[in-house]
C-alpha cells in the first residue's frame, strides 16, 4: 500500500511557496486508492490481565496505542467509566467528560461548541472519542500527545469544567470514601492527578467502532452497501479526493490540513499553529476519523456545518483561499503524467504554471449525494451499550 505524504511547502523571501519534491507529489497522487488496497478488516480480540477488548472488523490491532505505564484492567477500566460520567469533577458539579461526549451523539456533542460550567461556551466543537485509542496526538490541534495528557486539560479550563486546579480536584475526589478506597485498590495509592488520567484513558480505550457495513463489503459481502454506496466509495477513492487524509482504517491520516475552514470569519483560530509555532501549522487541524461521521454533527472544528451535506458542499468549492491552505486543497485537476512533467521541469520558463487557486471537485448533485451515502455507511458497532453507571461512589 502506498502512504499519502502531507505535502509542505515554505514561502521563500520571494514569496513562493516551495519544498514540494518528485518523490513526495508521486506519493500523494498514487495515494487515492488506499481503502481498496487495505488488507481485508478481522476481527480481534484483546486481552489483558482480566479483560478482554474486542475489536470490531475493520480496526487494526497494530494501531491500537497502549502506554507501558498504563495497563488496562477491567477495575481501571470500570472506574475511569465511573469519572468519566460523573459530574462531581467539575467545579460546581454540573458538568460531566460525557456532557461534551455524550453516548447520544457517538460521544461528540451536537451543540456548535460545548457549554461548560455556567454555560460556558468553548472554542471548538467538540469531537467524538469513538476510536482515539488508534491515536496519540489529541485535541484538534494535536496539543495532548496522549489521552492522559488530554483528560487533564478539560478539568481545569474556565470554559469547560472549570476546576480551579488539579490539587483541588485530586482533594474533592479524595475525600469520597468510595472513590479514595477504588483507588488504593487499583493504584495502592491515594488519588493523584496522574492516575486519575489514566483511569480515564483507560475506559476511553473501550470506546471503539468497526464492523460498520463498509467493513462487511470489503470483507465480500457485495450486498452490505447498495449502489448509490459503491459509487459513493468509488468517488470517496477518486474524484472526490477524500482518502487523500481520510485513509486507514480509522479513515484519518492523522495529520494536519488547513481546508479554509473559518478563513471567512473575523478571527481566524490558528489551529496546530498554538502547538508548533511553524507557519506551515497556521490554519491546520487534525484529519478526524470518519467512522460514526452520520452521528457526530455538526462538523469541522468550529462545528460550521451542520449537516454531512453541507460539508460535501464546501469540499466540492474547493475550500476557502488563504495563504497557507493546504496543498492538496488546490492541487490542479491534471493527470500523473502531466503534474510529473510540471515538476520535472519547473525550473523551465517556458514550462506554464498549473493553477494555484482553490480547485473545485466539480460533483454533481448526484455524486454528492452517493458520497454522503456512503459517509453513513461507516456508522458501526462497539460502543452501543456504554452508559453511565446507575450509581456514583460516596
Given amino acids: 500500500m502506498v502512504k499519502p505524504y502531507r505535502l509542505v511547502a515554505r514561502r521563500g523571501v520571494d514569496g513562493i511557496y516551495r519544498g514540494i519534491t518528485h518523490s513526495f507529489l508521486l506519493g500523494v497522487l498514487l495515494a487515492g486508492n488506499v481503502l481498496a488496497e487495505s488488507p481485508k478488516p ?6 489483558f490481565e482480566d479483560f478482554a477488548l474486542e475489536l470490531p472488523t475493520g480496526l487494526n490491532l497494530e494501531d491500537f496505542y497502549l502506554p507501558a505505564d498504563n495497563p488496562i484492567n477491567k477495575d481501571k477500566v470500570a472506574l475511569g467509566r465511573s469519572l468519566f460520567f460523573d459530574s462531581l469533577l467539575s467545579s460546581n458539579n454540573s458538568v460531566s467528560c460525557a456532557t461534551c461526549h455524550s453516548p447520544q451523539a457517538a460521544f461528540s456533542d451536537s451543540r456548535q461548541v460545548s457549554l461548560g460550567v455556567e454555560s460556558r461556551a468553548g472554542d471548538r466543537n467538540a469531537p467524538t472519542i469513538i476510536n482515539r485509542a488508534f491515536s496519540r496526538e489529541q485535541f484538534w490541534d494535536g496539543a495532548a500527545n496522549s489521552l492522559e495528557e488530554q483528560a487533564k486539560v478539560p478539568l481545569i ?29 487499583i493504584f495502592a495509592r491515594d488519588v493523584n492527578i496522574d492516575d486519575l488520567a489514566k483511569a480515564i484513558a483507560a475506559f476511553e ?24 454506496e459503491k459509487r459513493g466509495l468509488a468517488l470517496f477513492e477518486g474524484k472526490a479526493r477524500c482518502s487523500q487524509c481520510h485513509n486507514g482504517p480509522n479513515f484519518t491520516d ?12 473575523t478571527l481566524v483560530d490558528l489551529g496546530r499553529y498554538k502547538v508548533t509555532r511553524k507557519e506551515q501549522d497556521i490554519g491546520a487541524f487534525k484529519t478526524p476519523t470518519l467512522r460514526e461521521i452520520a452521528g457526530t454533527a455538526p462538523y469541522m472544528h468550529n462545528g460550521t456545518f451542520a449537516t454531512l451535506e453541507e460539508t460535501v458542499t464546501f469540499y466540492n468549492m474547493g475550500g476557502i483561499a488563504n495563504p497557507f491552505l493546504d496543498v492538496e486543497m488546490k492541487r490542479p485537476n491534471l493527470t500523473l503524467e502531466q503534474m510529473l512533467e510540471y515538476y520535472e521541469k519547473k525550473n523551465d520558463p517556458k514550462t506554464p504554471a498549473p493553477e494555484t487557486g482553490l480547485v473545485k471537485l466539480e460533483l454533481t448533485k448526484q455524486e454528492q449525494a452517493d ?24
Wanted: proline share 4%; glycine share 8%.
Fill in 371 to 394: 458520497l454522503v451515502a456512503f459517509l453513513k455507511a461507516l456508522s458501526g458497532q462497539g460502543w452501543q451499550d456504554i452508559t453511565s453507571p446507575d450509581s456514583f461512589p460516596e
Fill in 205 to 228: 480505550r473501550t470506546v471503539v467502532s468497526g464492523n460498520a457495513r463498509f467493513d462487511r463489503y470489503k470483507n465480500g459481502n457485495q450486498h452490505a452497501l447498495n449502489e448509490a
Fill in 254 to 265: 492523522e495529520k494536519y490540513h488547513n481546508i479554509g475552514v473559518g478563513w471567512d470569519a
Fill in 157 to 185: 479550563n474556565p470554559k469547560e469544567m472549570a476546576m480551579p486546579s488539579h490539587e483541588l480536584l485530586v482533594k474533592k475526589v479524595g475525600d469520597i470514601r468510595g472513590y479514595k478506597s477504588w483507588f488504593k485498590r
Fill in 42 to 47: 478481522t476481527l480481534h480480540t484483546m486481552k
